[in-house]
């Protein structure tokens, strides 16, 4: 009975070791990807990661460039359907007006 408490209380510590130990060489990180239009043009960028009640992850915010020298900048939500990872950036069959029509996300 000792040997599977002792047991039971370790295992803990092995996940937290083995997430420690993850190989993390081929990781992106989210923040700044381009978001590319129907057309081929860049919509805009990851800015963040929205997540429900429950924690999980739903919906990306997404900078769009609505101005002159970055100064009208807009943050839309776009859900996660919506986009594809592709060669390192997201695609979306959406064009640069329907993004800019998204729901607006004002942090």
Known sequence: MKS?????LSLPL????????????GYT?????DV???DGEEVGEIESV????????????VEIDDGFLDLGDSDVVIGFDALT???GHYTT???SGEVEALPVWDD
């Open 85 to 87: 990872w592709e060669n």
């Open 14 to 25: 092995a996940t937290a070791a083995m997430a420690q130990s993850a190989d993390i060489s």
């Open 36 to 38: 590319i239009g129907a």
């Open 50 to 61: 929205l997540l429900d009640d429950s924690g999980v992850p739903v919906a990306y915010v």
């Open 29 to 33: 990180e989210m923040d700044d990807i």
């Open 4 to 8: 599977i408490m002792i047991a039971a």
């Open 93 to 95: 069959t959406m064009t």
